[in-house]
């Protein structure tokens, strides 16, 4: 089966984009004005781990997803291959590719582009959607996933995976990470991560569970049971069993799930049974995918590996997709966690990504497969991109956080405006802030804003952003009746939102109405500067601590998101 013609995609996304406010274009303006337009923003990843791009067509670029693209579930449909990962708080949510190689992917959609579909008012960022599985069975797509704190796991369904996709069925179980299996006389069973049947016995103790589904109900049925307590050895107390998937090859059901926790000890462990409710036994040989054991000081560390699923060929061969890290230093990293893809060898009776003390390359030999070429927006390798506002839709890699519940922002014409809102970003509302991932320890994002603030308090620029308060901010804003250049970050401190001012510069006198503003990161150093003519840099403050971007500092599941950003105050 192929995905959705070009013509086909076209509509659906213009009317995804209708609903998002994003179809209305804008008369191109002479003038600056209190709402801000980018008239472009370019993107440049340069990591020396990923310099020298694979010439020939025998190989390809880990990660295959770079960036914040977590929790990977992948199927396949005849010669076409379809992938999703989680979203959180980011809107739309859980984000559908395509790709005919496994090497080069192309987003065709997002699964939940509805607010109807996905509620994430007041939602922490690293709160909403958790860990979606993308199944295919009898000419439907199914995605099963979790919303966090309102609602729980769900399913929708559609014909064509670029959507438009249904409205949830909520399923009533407690837990995470949900899984739908199809089993070959057709009956359906999900599996899960949730609590032990039993008073946990030490933290992080959870539990695999199952259930049957029944498909033309669309509900859960019969008898919900424990298939696997703790993990591999309930004795040596194993942390967070979870993202569990079945599979079913030679008579065997096989249970593939993380262990360890989705930090440094996390794994991919595989279980097997006769039945399908169990009893699984555990491989002898677990884990079978983990970089917990290896030299932390390595060269260009890829770490945290585990979450992984699983996909067979048209000729018999097995690949997973999962999830892993690149640290600058130790465990610090600020693209969040992103998918790789490895050859699993089936050769026995067990699965096995890697043995002993393999590490994850950056480059390997790609899959048997025809090769496709890459997609419009690069999500591998190092690379330049330049997003000009031409279309009267955003590129499908801009999110914004939380459901709209409102038009804020035109594109179109060659510029992409945001209507200033008293909304600050570091709230728990949607503020007017349109991002797109990090994907590079080494990086450039810069932009050319047309902005005239009105009033003490405005502020317009960009934002590299992790949550409500860890992020820098470089941008035009009025204070005391004057356009000044600010810098400023995020403030960790419980007892205040307001954010702390790094640096302050007078915006030149008789400037041209358009700014130009930059964002350069280089691992745990951050960079920021401006300029009132092209190329004609000026540094704005010192060097700043990027480890203030990391998970490991910042905390949650996410990774640092980069873009436009417009306040008005009240």
Not at 188 to 210: F, L, Q
Not at 376 to 397: C, H, K, M, Q, V
Request: glycine share 8%; charged share 20%.
């Amino acid at each position: 089966m192929q995905h959705s013609s070009r013509r086909r995609l076209a509509l659906i996304l213009a009317t995804a984009s209708a609903v998002l406010g994003a179809s209305c274009t804008r008369e191109s303006t002479n003038s600056a004005s209190a709402d801000p337009s980018f008239e472009w923003f370019e993107y440049t990843g340069n990591d020396s781990a990923l310099a020298g791009e694979a010439s020939d067509t025998a190989s390809y670029h880990n990660p295959v997803l770079a960036g914040f693209y977590p929790d990977p579930s992948i199927c396949r449909v005849g010669d076409d291959y379809y992938l999703v990962t989680s979203s959180f708080a980011w809107f739309p949510g859980v984000p559908i590719f395509h790709s005919r190689d496994l090497t080069h992917w192309a987003q065709i959609g997002s699964v939940l582009d509805r607010a109807s579909q996905l509620p994430l008012d007041s939602a922490g960022v690293s709160r909403g959607i958790f860990a979606p599985t993308i199944r295919h069975h009898d000419g439907v797509f199914y995605m099963i996933t979790t919303l966090i704190d309102r609602g729980g796991s769900f399913i929708v369904t559609a014909t064509d995976p670029a959507g438009p996709w249904s409205e949830p069925t909520y399923l009533g179980f407690d837990g995470i990470d949900p899984d739908i299996f199809f089993d070959s006389d057709g009956r359906a069973w999900v599996v899960n991560n949730g609590p032990p049947d039993e008073t946990p016995r030490y933290d992080g103790h959870r539990a695999i569970w199952i259930q049957e589904y029944d498909l033309a109900r669309k509900a859960m049925v019969g008898e919900r049971s424990v298939i696997v307590n703790g993990g591999v050895d309930l004795s040596k107390k194993p942390i967070w069993i979870e993202a569990p998937h079945l599979l079913r090859v030679n008579g065997w059901y096989y249970l593939i799930a993380a262990e360890g926790g989705t930090a440094e000890n996390h794994s991919e462990v595989v279980f097997r049974s006769k039945a399908i409710r169990g009893p699984y036994i555990p491989y002898a040989g677990n884990p079978i995918l983990t970089q917990r054991h290896l030299d932390s000081s390595r060269v260009n560390p890829i770490t945290s590996t585990g979450h992984a699923d699983f996909v067979q060929t048209p000729a018999g061969d097995w690949w997973a997709v999962f999830l892993g890290t690149r640290p600058y230093r130790g465990d610090f990293y600020n693209t969040g966690r992103e998918t790789f893809l490895l050859h699993v060898d089936w050769s026995g009776e067990w699965p096995v990504i890697l043995r002993g003390d393999a590490t994850v390359p950056y480059t390997a030999r790609r899959p048997a497969l025809p090769l496709q070429p890459a997609g419009p927006i690069p999500l591998s390798g190092n690379f330049t991109y330049r997003d000009e506002f031409a279309d009267s839709t955003l590129r499908r890699d801009w999110e914004m956080l939380r459901t709209p519940r409102d038009t804020w922002y035109t594109v179109g014409n060659g510029a992409l405006t945001l209507r200033a809102r008293p909304v600050p970003i570091d709230g728990n509302q949607q503020p007017s802030f349109i991002a797109r991932r990090q994907q590079h320890l080494t990086m450039t994002a810069t932009t050319a804003m047309r902005y005239a603030p009105q009033r003490d308090g405005d502020r317009a620029g960009l934002v590299a952003f992790q949550n409500e308060r860890y992020y820098f901010f470089v941008g035009l804003a009025r204070e005391d009746g004057k356009d000044v250049l600010v810098l400023e970050q995020g403030n960790p401190d419980s007892t205040s939102k307001a954010p702390k001012r790094i640096a302050t510069v007078s915006r030149p006198a008789g400037a041209a109405d358009t700014t130009y503003l930059r964002i350069v990161a280089n691992g745990d150093r951050y960079s920021v500067s401006f300029a009132v003519k092209p190329d004609a840099w000026t540094a704005l403050g010192p060097d700043l601590d990027g480890t203030l971007l990391s998970t490991k500092v910042a905390g949650g599941f996410v990774g640092t998101m980069i873009g436009p950003y417009a306040f008005k105050a009240r």
